[in-house]
Structure formats: C-alpha cells, structure tokens
C-alpha cells in the first residue's frame, strides 16, 4: 500500500523559513515515473495547489508562492521537499503531499504568526 507521509511542519514567525519534506513509500521505479505536488487547505478554505514538480524535475508554482517557496525531489530517496522562505501570515495551512492524482499524505500543519 502506498504512503505518503509529510514532516517538518510548525510554528514560525513571519518571514521566517521552514522545509517540509514528504516520504513516499513505493518502489523507486513507480516513484520516479510520477509527478509530486504540494498542496494546502486553510481553515474554510478549499485545498489548493501550491507547487508541482515533474517526473522529470520541472517544477511549477502557483503565484501566490513564486519566488519564495522551492519544491524539489530526490528520487533515490523517494522523497519530496518544499522549502518555504520569507513565510507570510496568509501561508498558514496544512500542507498535502500529493502523488499522481490519486494519492495523498495526511498533511502537515503550518502555522505563520504576525
């Protein structure tokens, strides 16, 4: 069975850094043959995308994030990353690791204070 399993999430000031990283539990083969995302749901606000990343390593970002947020993967590792900079108040969320379009991590809180 497939897991994805997202850390390094928690409270931080704004401006600050935080990096999340997701490990994916399946062979490196299948691993590596699928796109990755990061994705997040504010309270009372639906799930929305913020970074994608190919199986072959071009990454995309949504614009609220371009510039301040990386994602990255290292598929020798079957991991995921999302290195977040100059973290503003609004990023607050938890942050899904998603692989394909089927398979998702149980989140990762984070939190931006003012």
């Known amino acids: 069975q497939v897991q994805l399993v997202e850390s390094g999430g928690g409270l931080v000031q704004a401006g600050g850094s935080l990096r999340l990283s997701c490990a994916v539990s399946?062979?490196?083969?299948?691993?590596?043959?699928?796109?990755m995302g990061w994705y997040r749901q504010a309270p009372g606000k639906q799930r929305e995308l913020v970074a994608t990343i190919t199986s072959g390593g071009a990454p995309s970002y949504a614009d609220s994030v371009k510039g301040r947020f990386t994602i990255s993967r290292d598929n020798a590792k079957n991991m995921v990353y999302l290195q977040m900079n100059s973290l503003k108040p609004e990023d607050t969320a938890v942050y899904y690791c998603?692989?394909?379009?089927?398979?998702w991590g149980q989140g990762t809180q984070v939190t931006v204070s003012s």
């Open positions: 998603r692989m394909g379009t089927v398979y």
């Open positions: 399946i062979n490196s083969f299948t691993f590596r043959l699928n796109a």
